[in-house]
């Protein structure tokens, strides 16, 4: 029996994400790591998430996953919903994720099986004492019903499709007898081997020297046409973001603060935080373009500003945005933001 792949629909909603909030309780307070998120994943898209270290975009990820370190770090409101393709022209029926207890038989069958996940650092998934072949081995086993043999097949197909060369002697390898692009390679074909239909990416190849990580990006980017799959990319990177993404979604301190389709995000970016964003980075093609760095820094989760969290950094801070928190607008069709600019 071969490994089963799913059919995907591209543009179909796969996951969706309705007012999320989650909340981490520490001896010094309680941390909004998101707060009131709603967004869209959409079959066979790359949706990008960008915004300055802690702005809740990790843990929007590790949310969708059930992963948070429960009961310290939880979703306290909104919901998540999978909407799974079609299978052998069924229908699935949707499911609430935020529903169901993170250890069920059911989230560990969406964890891996149809939401894979993959981390910057590689020994987060890998197992320094066993081979990368049996730990490839054993994700597919527990997410599909194949003999060792056709688990092993898929497992030196998915290691060639992720550029390893010679896989069928280094699928015996442990993670120390590879480089680190290679196991950053190994942990993405762990990631793909069931064929998922949404790879969740959390700054991917932000270790990586520039060359690897172009090559690793493209390679992304074909399996993810080869397989139809769904791309979730977390980065701060907006170089990667260019290259890879179809949408995009900008966060601050736990909030969405706007989204839009790529293009719209590069050459209309409506807040003024992504308008910084886009100052502070090079561009290529603008090699001449003078980089401002956004002045100030991200507020302290324990003592947020009233109003606009952007505020404090803001050129076009006005009195109101100091009072009240700015609602979602949308003024363009598909283009989200939060700003009393557009109000
Ligand atoms: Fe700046 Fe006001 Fe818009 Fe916030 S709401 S980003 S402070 S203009």
């Known amino acids: 029996m071969a490994v089963e792949q799913k059919e995907l629909a591209v543009g179909q909603e796969l996951v969706r994400i309705e007012d999320l909030h989650t909340q981490f309780f520490t001896e010094q307070g309680i941390v909004k790591a998101v707060d009131g998120v709603t967004f869209s994943i959409e079959q066979g898209k790359t949706l990008g998430v960008v915004g300055e270290s802690g702005c809740g975009k990790s ?14 770090g939880r979703i306290v409101k909104g919901k998540i919903t999978f909407f799974p393709p079609q299978q052998n022209n069924i229908n699935q029926t949707s499911v609430d994720i935020t529903a169901l207890d993170r250890h069920s038989s059911q989230m560990r069958g969406i964890r891996g099986r149809h939401i894979a996940m993959i981390f910057q650092e590689p020994m987060t ?20 019903q194949v003999d060792r043999d056709t688990a092993r097949a898929r497992a030196i197909e998915v290691l060639e499709q992720v550029d390893i060369p010679d896989p069928e002697r280094r699928i015996s390898e442990y993670p120390h007898q590879m480089s680190g692009g290679q ?15 949404l790879l969740i990416a959390d ?24 397989y139809g799959m769904s791309i979730m ?19 601050y301190v736990g909030k969405k603060v706007e989204q839009a389709e790529v293009r719209n995000i590069f050459h209309n970016p409506l807040h003024p935080y ?19 760095p956004i002045t100030g820094s991200v507020p302290s989760p324990f003592n947020l500003p009233t109003g606009c969290y952007f505020a404090p950094r803001c050129p076009q801070a006005m009195d109101r945005c100091r009072r009240e928190a700015p609602p979602e607008t949308e003024p363009e069709p598909g283009h989200f933001v939060s700003c009393w600019l557009y109000k």
């Open 233 to 251: 990319l977390i980065t701060h990177d907006l170089g990667v973001i260019g290259r890879m993404a179809d949408e995009v979604l900008v966060m």
């Open 183 to 197: 196991r950053q390679r190994a942990m993405i074909a762990m990631a793909l081997s069931c064929y998922p239909s």
């Open 59 to 72: 843990i929007t990820a590790m949310s969708i996953m059930r992963l948070l370190p429960e009961p310290r």
């Open 125 to 144: 998934s890998l197992n320094p004492v066993y081979t990368v072949g049996d730990q490839i081995i054993e994700a597919i086993q527990l997410h599909q």
């Open 203 to 226: 700054e991917p190849t932000t270790a990586l020297d520039v060359t690897i990580q172009a090559k690793i990006l493209r390679n992304m980017r074909d399996l993810q046409q080869e």
């Open 274 to 292: 992504t308008q910084g964003l886009m100052k502070s980075i090079p561009l290529i093609g603008l090699k001449d373009k003078k980089l401002v």
